[in-house]
């Protein structure tokens, strides 16, 4: 891991390019706990306080099941040791992680009705409003969701006042997909995709070490 230097209200920022589970374990040794990815309110931080504007793989898991719309919870059953080498295999395979059933996605559905009445970057969970791309403003809750109390700062500097979202989309019965947010660089429009499947090769993602 490369310490890249400390943010105000972060912690120390370190950056690691290599397969998830790699990852993972050379963040361990530096001290970064679970959730070991940072949160896209993490990277919003460190991009404002011009440490990196860098792309980053970040935590947050899209999870999806055919017909409904996609969640994004901020508790991800990817990110640990086990689950990051199975999905490592599955994306070297060009396939997502899934699980039989609808259990974890009804789960997740729970606790997204359970925290909306809560301010969106509060919540543990959200429900996007369908399945398919779309854009984040500062009108929508989604992106407060995903950048907290960042998400003004952040268009002002970084964005048009848009930010493309990709979806993760579901086309099985009975089966529920998990993946990961990965945060593409301002010059790329800042775009969030949960569909990505490149968490077997080197793409980079920071990791803080907090205080």
Known sequence: ???LGNVKGVGDVYQV???LDKQIQAFEKVGIKAPYLPSLKQVARI???ELSNDFSRTSIAPIAIKGEPTILSKDSPLMNPLMASYTVSQHKNSKYPFFQGTDIYEQARKIAIEDSSLSPEKRRAIILPHNKDFTLTLENEEAVFLLGETTQEYFDKFTNGQIK?????????NQTLINYLWFNDPCYGSGVDAGDW????GGRSFGVVFF
Do not use: H
Not at 165 to 173: A, V
Not at 198 to 201: A, E, G, M
């Open 17 to 19: 390019g290599a397969p």
């Open 198 to 201: 490149s968490l077997d090769n």
């Open 165 to 173: 979202f990709y979806n993760l989309r579901q086309s099985e019965d």
């Open 47 to 49: 991009r404002l306080a």
């Open 1 to 3: 891991a490369i310490k």
